[in-house]
């Protein structure tokens, strides 16, 4: 079985147009520094919802 090679996703760099691995934090040419975003998946938003719910649960008792 022939094995299929997977094409690396690129993103392009907004300030010189130059096209960089998606894992890159630093565009290569032009040193422009990628934004970072928050990290927080589905479960934890939802646990850190539930938890400011139970504490204004708790407060209203109270």
């Known amino acids: 079985m022939a094995k299929i090679h997977e094409i690396p ?8 147009a130059f ?4 894992n890159e934090t630093h ?10 975003g928050l990290n927080l998946d589905w479960k934890k ?4 919802f539930l938890l400011l719910v139970f504490i204004v ?3 209203r008792l109270l």
């Open 9 to 16: 996703k690129k993103k392009e760099c907004p300030s010189c």
């Open 19 to 22: 096209e960089v691995d998606s």
């Open 27 to 36: 565009c290569t040419i032009c040193n422009y520094e990628f934004p970072q």
């Open 45 to 48: 938003l939802t646990a850190i």
């Open 57 to 59: 649960f708790i407060f």
